[in-house]
Each structure stands twice: as structure tokens, then as C-alpha cells.
Nanobody
Framework: QVQLVESGGGLVQAGGSLRLSCAAS????????MGWFRQAPGKEREFVAA????????YYADSVKGRFTVSGDNAKSAVLLQMASLKPEDTAVYYC?????????????????WGRGTQVTVSS
């Protein structure tokens, strides 16, 4: 059973930064690519970023490219999402997801396991 636990969300002013963490086991990190998605109220869940198995290739949504960075924290078997230059439109619940295989995907349907999410609120 794959368990994913997100943390690090909160309230931040526009232009600020936050770092999200997705805790996963070493076995998960060795077998699964990881993705970050977000869902704002009244909107569909959308892709944010992905990283391949064992810190493989990374992918970003155009809306966050250059502002967000996805990386692995091998010491903690976690995946991080460093968010900078935050905008009010980044406000959403952020979810971590695991996809079996080497590379991540932009499609939420490709992921096998999901965390419960962490709220990020960016005030203007």
C-alpha cells in the first residue's frame, strides 16, 4: 500500500514562497514517478509538476514554469515542491500523486495513488 502525506501548505502573500513536501517510502520513490496537482474551488484538478522515479525527468505546467521547482529529498524519501513568486491564482489544494513507472505524466488518470492534499492560499 502506497501512502502519501502532503505538508507545508499555508497562507502567504503574493510574491512570497512556500515549500510543499510529500512524504513517501523509499520503496515508493524507487518504483513510482511522482506528480503534483492542484484544484481550486469550482475548477478541475490540474497538473502542476512531475518528477520521474529516483529523481528522473521533471515536467512543469506552463503556468508555474520558472517559479516552481520539483525535486526529491532522498534523506526523507520525500518529494518537494518549492514555490516562489506566488500569485493569488496559485491558491488551491495541492495534491501529491504516485504513478508506477519511470516517468511522470501530466494526466491525473495516469496516477495510481493520491495524498489528501494541503491547502495553499495566496493573498493579494
Amino acid at each position: 500500500q502506497v501512502q502519501l502525506v502532503e505538508s507545508g501548505g499555508g497562507l502567504v502573500q503574493a510574491g512570497g514562497s512556500l515549500r510543499l513536501s510529500c512524504a513517501a517510502s523509499r520503496r515508493t520513490r524507487s518504483n513510482y514517478a511522482m506528480g503534483w496537482f492542484r484544484q481550486a474551488p469550482g475548477k478541475e484538478r490540474e497538473f502542476v509538476a512531475a518528477i520521474g522515479r529516483n529523481d528522473g525527468p521533471t515536467y512543469y505546467a506552463d503556468s508555474v514554469k520558472g517559479r516552481f521547482t520539483v525535486s526529491g529529498d532522498n534523506a526523507k524519501s520525500a518529494v518537494l515542491l518549492q514555490m516562489a513568486s506566488l500569485k493569488p491564482e496559485d491558491t488551491a489544494v495541492y495534491y501529491c500523486a504516485a504513478k508506477f513507472g519511470f516517468v511522470g505524466s501530466r494526466r491525473s488518470d495516469d496516477y495510481d495513488y493520491w495524498g489528501r492534499g494541503t491547502q495553499v492560499t495566496v493573498s493579494s
